[in-house]
């Protein structure tokens, strides 16, 4: 169980760097190309509000009373299911149409 919590959480985690890394590098080519801050900012700023939003979600329901009870490996299972689908999904689609 342990093996399948961390591999759920590098996925969700190496999903989430790709689509930093992206996020980055389209700003930087923006910046480059002549965009505004305040065009970079209404760009990057959704993103990160999406991902401290949802890890303040995974953290508030982490220490829920009823997940709370139980044991921390299957408390970062829980999670981690719950983590990994969006990201890994957004990030193959990002992949795919990236080349």
């Known amino acids: 169980m342990g093996l399948l919590a961390a591999l759920l959480w ?47 979600a995974l953290t508030a329901l982490a220490f829920t009373p009823g997940v709370r009870r139980l044991t921390p490996l299957t408390r970062l299972l829980l999670t981690g299911a719950l983590a990994c689908p969006v990201p890994a999904g957004l990030a193959v689609w990002t992949w795919v149409q990236v080349g």
Not at 10 to 18: D, K, N, P, R, Y
């Open 10 to 56: 590098i996925l969700t985690l190496a999903s989430l760097g790709w689509l930093t890394f992206l996020v980055g590098m389209v700003t930087l080519w923006g910046l480059a190309d002549g965009m505004s801050w305040a065009e970079v900012r209404g760009f990057v700023l959704p993103y990160a509000l999406t991902v401290a939003g949802a890890a303040a």
